[in-house]
């Protein structure tokens, strides 16, 4: 997913725009997956697998790469592994418009790597993103994770406390 959204990136913002793919984190030899520049800001973009909440130390991690996002004005993008990228994403989180050709579904498809596995940093963040995402890109979460706790039983998808989103 991460090389498509690469591609997908680099091909919406413009070569004149796109600065890369492991963009350096200045002072650190930590590096943001991708960026690009727009309207003379830069954004920075991560692309976040099952790793980023599961993990509590690549949690730190990310939060750190954030701060200093911030510290130098970049905006910081940060695309679940569990969302495609589609006309209505794009939208939503670069504000960009584009024909976007995707029919992948969101959620959790293909994986194993439910929220019932995610560490309690990681749960509290999927639950936040979950909660802000588009109604449709929402829903579309919320049926994967649905099928899923058919196939497997909730509690193996789920924690206890995030079954009131399905």
């Keep these: 997913m991460q090389s498509k959204l690469e591609e997908a990136l680099a091909n919406i913002v413009g070569k004149r725009a796109w600065l890369g793919r492991e963009f350096k984190v200045p002072g650190t030899r930590l590096r943001w997956d991708m960026a690009y520049e727009i309207n003379g800001g830069i954004v920075v973009v991560e692309f976040d697998g099952e790793a980023h909440y599961r993990d509590p130390l690549r949690i ?67 639950k936040k993103e979950f909660e802000e995402l588009p109604v449709r890109v929402r829903n579309a979460v919320r049926k994967s994770l649905i099928e899923r706790s058919e196939e497997n039983g909730k509690i193996y998808v789920l924690p206890r406390r995030l079954w009131n989103i399905i």
């Design 60 to 126: 730190k991690k990310d939060l750190l790469k954030d701060e200093i996002a911030k510290q130098y004005n970049y905006t910081t993008i940060r695309i679940p592994y569990w969302v495609q990228l589609n006309n209505q994403t794009l939208k939503y989180y670069f504000g960009l418009k584009a024909n976007i050709k995707q029919d992948f579904p969101h959620g959790f498809i293909t994986t194993k790597h439910f929220p019932a596995s995610f560490c309690e940093l990681g749960v509290k963040r999927f």
